[in-house]
């Protein structure tokens, strides 16, 4: 009978060793967890793979990671490589240059010569990447992860094909039918654009040639997400999809690994996207999160427009940075910063302006840029300002946009927006009969886009807002009946939106708050 207190050395505890330099750290941690959480196709998990229910490769070890506390660092070394399967040996000018990756390279054919050895190429040509341990023997399968070789995907798939010792085609096919799969899921239709789209990257993937090619389409695919998907998404009120069509475009960019040598279309792109997660974060009410990602969208906006200050992409891309920074502090109530925003993003929208005057966008900017300082001078509470040079400014601004954009949704959506501030500054400065004139505009104009467009939820909201704003200045003037009218088709759309989104948090506030007034309103009905 054998001790059950021993285990044999060579017994195989993991299904693969990663040997690599301390400068190659990062890229080594993130190798381990994509290899540890890959699935295999369901039809090779029966005999490759150690839990065929789930598809996991299984364990992976990585030096200065797994090995436990123990004085003979040597030791422990040695008996993870006699329980691995697989080495991947991770190569770069610096692991060439390593005493210990020769050594657990030596030991590992020493223990299992007929053992596959893997070579993942992240930095530095071959010649001065691969250790000579490395190239002494049988030559090594070779995965090249630079974005000029195989590029990071491709790469990896090469990596877990040799690892669970199955087809490279066949995990290839997998991974662009999951990706395809995954986009699908947040919207159907898209789907023959992608399938187009998946047809070219498997031919990408195929074809070294073709890296730019394939490049060009995955640009292609994270700007529609940022574009017209997330305008219907929005449109329809699905918070929660849209946090995940984002974090599926910021995949893309975490797999290109070193974000450096990126071009500066595609790190404005990654910045946008920061901004996207950041907006969504903001409507779940958790600033810290979305702070974290604005600020973080700052710092790459601000070092591309300092390398390019003239050209007006760039100057747009570090003004919504310097807006969505301030938006953060205005609902924090950090007034001064708050301003110091709002103002650098109206210096950039006039400079765009005076670029070119006939420009719809710069001209819709400008007027965003006097809306963000109308909003501030009404909230504020730390001193006065006038706010109606602001709001009068931002309406005029968003009715030239709407003259000139035959009839479009958004347009006449900021127009209507506009009037709401506005009315709120006449009230503010005691002029309540031009007031209680300007949200009626504001109303007609919802109403009639809103019978347009009624599954718009971008336009339901405003709309709610507006009946609300009325329902409270006319309760105020002593108009009881049609105070209770609007407050209660205000509740309608409010409960009709948190059930179709009941992650929004703003709309979950604006409901209470509809609520909290018609109890109001039926209490003073009573003293009455």
């Known amino acids: ?24 750290a990062a890229i080594a941690q993130k190798l381990h967890r994509k290899i540890e959480t890959y699935r295999l196709p369901q039809h090779l998990r029966d005999r490759e793979t150690d839990d065929p229910d789930n598809g996991r490769l299984g364990r992976i070890f990585r030096d200065r990671e797994d090995l436990p506390a ?16 697989v080495l991947v040996v991770i190569c770069s000018p610096d692991a060439q240059a390593s005493i210990w990756v020769a050594r657990e390279i030596e030991l590992f054919r020493a223990l299992h010569p007929g053992r596959p050895v893997l070579a993942a190429l992240v930095r530095g040509e071959p010649e001065e990447a691969f250790p000579a341990a490395l190239r002494d023997g049988t030559e090594p399968l070779a995965a090249d992860l630079r974005k000029e070789g195989d590029g990071w995907r491709l790469g990896f798939l090469k990596i877990v094909a040799g690892i669970a010792g199955v087809p490279l085609d066949a995990l290839v096919q997998r991974d662009a039918t999951r990706r395809v799969r995954r986009v699908m899921a947040v919207t159907g239709g898209a789907l023959v654009a992608l399938l187009a789209m998946i047809g070219m990257t498997i031919f990408a993937i195929q074809s070294r040639n073709e890296a730019q090619h394939q490049q060009a389409e995955a640009e292609g695919l994270v700007e529609y997400m940022l574009t017209d998907l997330r305008t219907e998404l929005k449109g329809v009120g699905r918070l929660d999809v849209m946090t995940k069509v984002n974090e599926r475009a910021m995949d893309y960019y975490e797999d290109q690994g070193d974000l450096s040598n990126m ?51 760039r100057i747009f891309g570090h003004a919504q940075s310097e807006y969505w920074v301030g938006y953060v502090a205005y609902r924090r109530k950090i007034w001064d910063q708050a301003e110091s925003r709002f103002q650098a993003y109206k210096r950039l929208a006039l400079e765009l302006l005076a670029k070119d005057q006939n420009n719809l966008g710069w001209l819709r900017e400008a007027g965003y840029a006097e809306g963000n300082l109308c909003s501030l001078a009404l909230s504020r509470t730390d001193r ?60 007609h104009l919802l109403v009639n886009l809103h019978r347009k467009s009624s599954v718009n939820m971008d336009v339901t909201d405003r709309l709610m807002r507006a009946k609300m704003t009325l329902s409270e200045v006319l309760r105020k003037q002593g108009g009881i009946t049609m105070s209770r009218r609007y407050n209660k088709e205000a509740e ?20 209470l708050r509809i609520q909290l007034a018609h109890r109001i309103e039926e209490t003073e009905g009573e003293l009455q």
């Open 263 to 313: 071009p500066a279309e595609s790190l404005e792109r990654r910045a946008r996207i920061l901004h996207a997660m950041g907006e969504d974060d903001e409507k779940r009410g958790d600033l810290d999160k979305a702070l974290a990602k604005f600020t973080e969208a700052h710092r790459v906006t601000e070092a591309l427009l300092a390398r390019d200050p003239d050209n007006p992409d």
């Open 70 to 85: 123990a004085e003979d660092l040597s030791e422990s070394v040695k008996e993870a490589l006699a329980g691995s399967e």
């Open 492 to 511: 309608l759309i409010a409960q009709s939106m948190v059930s179709s989104d009941p992650d929004n948090k703003k709309w979950q506030e604006w409901l």
């Open 1 to 24: 009978m054998g001790d059950a207190g021993k285990s044999d050395p060579q017994a195989v505890r993991f299904r693969a060793f990663v040997s690599y330099s301390h400068a190659d």
């Open 384 to 443: 006065k300002y006038d706010p109606l040079p602001s709001c009068n400014a931002a309406k005029n601004y968003a009715n030239k946009v709407a003259q000139r954009s035959s009839n479009e949704t958004k347009p006449i959506a900021d127009l209507a927006n506009r009037l709401g501030w506005l009315g709120d500054a006449q009230i503010r400065v005691g002029d309540h009969e031009a007031g209680l004139l300007t949200y009626r505009k504001q109303h």
